[in-house]
């Protein structure tokens, strides 16, 4: 079962609907959240996740490199 997960989005309230979404399918779930690219990527390097849910196009980077750079982690 799905127990960490990661919500990168820089729109706050996407994000928090987003949470809202998974805490009401699953309260279990640990959901962290990263607005900016840098975060994400900081988070990524410092957790293991089971799942992230990812935007694609933030101010300070293209989500698709950090699709990337999670595959190499795992």
């Given at each position: 079962?799905?127990?960490?997960?990661?919500?990168?989005?820089?729109?706050?309230?996407?994000?928090?609907?987003?949470?809202?979404?998974?805490?009401?399918?699953d309260?279990?779930?640990?959901v962290?959240?990263?607005?900016?690219?840098?975060?994400?990527?900081?988070?990524?390097?410092?957790?293991?996740?089971?799942?992230?849910?990812?935007?694609?196009?933030?101010?300070?980077?293209?989500?698709?490199?950090?699709?990337?750079?999670?595959?190499?982690?795992?």
């Amino acid at each position: 079962m799905l127990r960490h997960l990661l919500i990168a989005e820089d729109h706050p309230l996407y994000a928090r609907g987003l949470e809202q979404l998974v805490h009401d399918h699953d309260p279990a779930v640990h959901v962290q959240t990263a607005f900016t690219f840098a975060q994400t990527c900081s988070l990524l390097s410092e957790h293991d996740y089971a799942a992230l849910i990812l935007d694609l196009d933030f101010c300070d980077g293209h989500g698709i490199g950090l699709i990337r750079e999670a595959r190499i982690r795992q």
